[in-house]
Structures are given as C-alpha cells and as structure tokens.
C-alpha cells in the first residue's frame, strides 16, 4: 500500500500472500455465508469454505521449485493442491476449472513459463479452515 493505493511490488511478482502479513479480523462472520471478503492485497479469500491464500507461483522451493511439470498440469486439470492424489481441493477463487480444458502444450508452456520468473522465498500460509474463523 502506498500513499496513491495499492501498487505492484515487481519484486514480488507471482509470489503469493505474503507469509508475514496478518489477516484482519472479520467483525460479523454471517456475511461470509452470503460473500467473500477480499484482503487488501487481493491474495487472500475468505468465504464459507475458510480462507485460502494466493500460492506463490515462483520457482523457489517454497512455490513451483519442487514441483514436476505433471504434477502442474495434475493441479490445473484435476483441481488438486500440489498435483497430488489425495490432497486436499484447489480453494476458491482460484479458477482451475476455467483453465483444466487447455491443451497439454498450452498448460506445458505456461509451466515453463513460471519457471523463467525472479524465485520468491515465501512460504504462504495454508488454508484456514471455516471453524477456525
């Protein structure tokens, strides 16, 4: 945030919510039922499924360093956290579904793509489940 509003900090870019910042209270969680509350930021969501944070995107081993190319793909077609069987679902608002139909070589490119962007050490936060608001 700075003194015209919120900028991009291009150091930053595609890291996901910051791992230090704190979420603000939620005053009147019945809203939640009917909406979803955006941090300032935009990287982090809450609404009935809890709060889940924007994932860092980077090639740092806190984001994308570890992963394989399948287990992207996995992730985007699938709907699954870190492209594995049994993990728990991509969140809202992240619209994996929107993106699942995209050809092997599109998916493919967009990975090595990520790949070739500035690592960001950021370990963002896991998700918050709803009882824990």
């Given at each position: 945030?700075?003194?015209?509003?919120?900028?991009?900090?291009?150091?930053?870019?595609?890291?996901?919510?910051?791992?230090?910042?704190?979420?603000?209270?939620?005053?009147?969680?019945?809203?939640?039922?009917?909406?979803?509350?955006?941090?300032?930021?935009?990287?982090?969501?809450?609404?009935?499924?809890?709060?889940?944070?924007?994932?860092?995107?980077?090639?740092d081993d806190t984001g994308l360093g570890n992963w394989t190319e399948a287990q992207f793909?996995?992730?985007?077609?699938?709907?699954?956290?870190?492209?594995?069987?049994?993990?728990?679902?991509?969140?809202?608002?992240?619209?994996?579904?929107?993106?699942?139909?995209?050809?092997?070589?599109d998916l493919s490119s967009i990975f090595a793509y990520l790949q070739t962007i500035a690592?960001?050490?950021?370990?963002?936060?896991?998700?918050?489940p709803p009882s824990a608001l």
């Amino acid at each position: 945030m700075t003194e015209r509003g919120p900028e991009i900090d291009p150091n930053r870019r595609l890291s996901g919510h910051p791992a230090e910042q704190p979420l603000a209270p939620i005053a009147d969680k019945s809203v939640l039922k009917d909406y979803a509350l955006f941090s300032m930021g935009l990287t982090s969501t809450t609404g009935p499924w809890g709060t889940s944070f924007a994932a860092n995107l980077t090639p740092d081993d806190t984001g994308l360093g570890n992963w394989t190319e399948a287990q992207f793909i996995k992730a985007i077609r699938e709907g699954k956290s870190k492209g594995m069987d049994g993990a728990r679902p991509l969140l809202p608002p992240m619209p994996w579904v929107v993106y699942k139909n995209l050809s092997h070589e599109d998916l493919s490119s967009i990975f090595a793509y990520l790949q070739t962007i500035a690592p960001v050490k950021n370990a963002v936060p896991n998700p918050v489940p709803p009882s824990a608001l």
